[in-house]
Structures are given as C-alpha cells and as structure tokens.
C-alpha cells in the first residue's frame, strides 16, 4: 500500500464563542469517490467588472474558478450598470476554466424589475444575443431567463409563463441553439413554486438544462437537493443540473467571503452534485471584489485563500461525513490526488461550527 500524507488545507476556524462545545467526528473515506474536481463553488455573482479586478492572471486564474453570473449590458439604464457579460467573457478569455452566465433580467431598470411589455423584452433580449454571437466566443454558461420572480414579477406584468419564460425560452432556442438555459433563479427553494415551474416546462416543451434557486445557509443544501430529487421523479423529470447562482449564510451577510463560512458551502455543494453555485454580492458598494473574497482596497483576503486552496484541488474528491450535514457547523470537503511517481496527497479544507 502506498504511503499517504494528509494535507490540512485550513486548520479548524472559530468565529465567536461557542459554549458548551463538545467533541465531534468528521470522516474521510478514501475508498469512496464523490466525482472528480469539478471546482463548482468557486463562482461569483457580479464577482467581475469592466476593470475590476485589474489583473486577471493574478486574481482571478489562480482559483481555476468556474461560473461568474453577470449583467447582459454594463450602462447607466440597467438593474447593474457594471460587468457586462460580454466584457467580462473577453476579459476572462485566457481563463480556461471560466464559462459566464447571463442573467437576462439585469437588463432592464429598476427593483422589482421594470417589466416594458413582452415584445420590448423580446427586444432587447434578441439584440443581446445578436451581439453575444458576433463576440464568436464559447466561455458562456447559459441564460438565466429571471430572477426571484416571487418578489420582482408584478401582477400587472401578466402571467410569468406565457408572457415571459415561454417566449424567451423560445428566441433563445431559435437564436442560439447551442445555449443552455437555466431557471427559474428562485430566491430560496420552494418545493411549490419549483412543481408549478417543472410542470408548466413539462407541458410546454420548455424545460431547461439547470434548475437554480438562491441559497441562504448551508444547512438547508441537503433537505433541498433531496427534496428536489424527489420531485423530478414524482413528475417523470429527467435529472437536471443544479445550479445556486448567488450563495451566502444568510441574506445582508457581514460574514460573505470568510473562509470558516464558505467551507460547509463548498463541501455540501460537492457532497450533493450541484454542478455550479456563486457566491452572493451583499457589499454593493465594491463589485468586482469575487464575492468579497478581494478586500475593499482589492487586495487578497483570507476567503481568496481558501478558494485558491480549493482550486489547486485536482483529482477525486472524496467522502467526507460531518456529524450533522443538516446543518452550519463542522464540515469539510477533501480530495485523493495521485500525481506522477510521487506520493499520493489527501487535500482537507476543515471548518469548525459558527453558530451555538
């Protein structure tokens, strides 16, 4: 048997007083294979503007990261006048392993969203497109049709099915044929909401490729997912990929980009099959930041750190079981690498409970 040599990746965090702590057991299973790394936590929502960060090959390309969900257009008439996902797609062209997801509602004004009519919206959104193809570049991700649309679809807009999910769902397949799309960007998972959305695209001929929602806290990742399983099989749904675009422990998070609250995140992420989640973008006042993994002054912080460690990872990661997977606290996510005639590395990034 070869000799293996665990790496601690991040040594045990503690934010704040835990009392009454008592010892708890987190395993490694090397003989079980998760799936190989796929680096699927590592993306950010708006993480990426115009100009910000400055220098991609050192702030962006050392965390191999993934999916960065951006705005359609970058100007002073829409929801996010920063980070056009055009501009950010060409200033990630030299990053392998970045692909962009457009989220189609930012183009327009206003929160709740603006809606200008159906044939407007189509408008804007064929022109898009147009405009995405002549970039001639691959390094997308999908179309993200909406957003939260149980708090930004008005009444008076009409209804959601027929007057917006359909009819884009539909240009983007006549225009762009090879795009996935992605829906319907819940702000948190409702089984209700996601049954109504699946069967509606059922019956309609209109399903996507990922099924996303918005996830406040790591604890509620397993009950959702599984529940999620649950109903595609009730309804006769081929699996879907899951796709989180925006991530935090809780909405307006003080906490967003430090270590010991990612850590659970990107293990349960791992740990359930999610094929790609962003970390969320509560300090608005600094797009560009990574998901504040860059300091306000954009230097590195301890959270871009973490997520370097998490992309250097290659290989299998494999079973890790925290001792309650239902929740925020003590987690970890780790990965069995063999490279050439050298010894084999567990990699082990450990993040001890935040909350009493």
Same mark, same amino acid.
Not at 93 to 105: E, G, N, R, T
């Given at each position: 048997m070869k000799k293996h040599t665990l790496k601690y990746l991040l040594p045990s965090l503690l934010f704040g007083t835990i009392s009454g702590f008592s010892q708890q057991t987190l395993k490694v299973n090397l003989s079980t294979?998760?799936?190989?790394?796929?680096?699927?936590?590592?993306?950010?929502?708006?993480g990426i503007t115009e100009t910000i960060p400055a220098d991609i090959a050192t702030m962006v390309a050392p965390l191999n990261p993934y999916m960065f969900c951006q705005p359609p257009r970058g100007n002073n008439g829409n929801q996010h006048p920063f980070g056009s996902a055009l501009a950010v797609s060409g200033r990630l062209?030299?990053?392998?392993?970045?692909?962009?997801?457009?989220?189609?509602?930012d183009i327009l004004s206003g929160w709740p969203y603006n809606w200008p009519g159906k044939d407007n919206w189509l408008a804007l959104v064929k022109a898009f497109i147009t405009d995405k193809l002549a970039t001639g570049r691959d390094n997308y991700h999908s179309y993200s049709i909406w957003n939260e649309k149980d708090g930004t679809w008005k009444s008076t807009n009409g209804d959601f099915y027929t007057q917006c999910w359909k009819p884009t769902y539909d240009l983007i397949r006549s225009m762009d044929p090879k795009a996935k799309i992605c829906g319907p960007g819940d702000a948190y998972y409702n089984s209700t909401r996601i049954s109504e #959305?699946?069967?509606f695209c059922k019956n309609n001929n209109c399903m996507p490729e990922y099924l996303s929602w918005h996830q406040w806290g790591?604890?509620?990742?397993?009950?959702?997912?599984?529940?999620y399983r649950q109903l595609e099989k009730s309804?006769?749904?081929?699996?879907?990929?899951?796709?989180?675009n925006e991530y935090s422990s809780k909405t307006s998070d003080p906490n967003e980009g430090c270590p010991g609250y990612a850590v659970p995140f990107i293990a349960k992420f791992e740990r359930h099959g999610v094929e790609s989640a962003c970390i969320s973008w509560w300090f608005t006042a600094y797009p560009g930041r990574l998901g504040s993994l860059l300091t306000s002054g954009n230097q590195k912080g301890g959270g871009w750190h973490l997520y370097k460690w998490y992309g250097d990872m290659t290989?299998?990661?494999?079973?890790?079981?925290?001792?309650?997977?239902?929740?925020?606290?003590?987690?970890? #996510?780790?990965?069995?690498?063999?490279?050439?005639?050298?010894?084999?590395y567990v990699w082990v990034a450990i993040s001890r409970g935040m909350h009493r």
């Open positions: 294979t998760i799936r190989p790394v796929t680096h699927c936590a590592s993306g950010s929502l708006y062209a030299s990053v392998k392993s970045a692909v962009v997801q457009i989220a189609l509602p #959305f699946l069967t790591s604890g509620g990742i397993p009950g959702a997912v599984s529940n309804l006769g749904i081929s699996p879907l990929q899951l796709c989180i290989g299998n990661m494999v079973q890790v079981t925290p001792p309650n997977d239902n929740s925020d606290g003590l987690d970890g #996510f780790a990965v069995w690498t063999i490279p050439t005639n050298t010894p084999a």
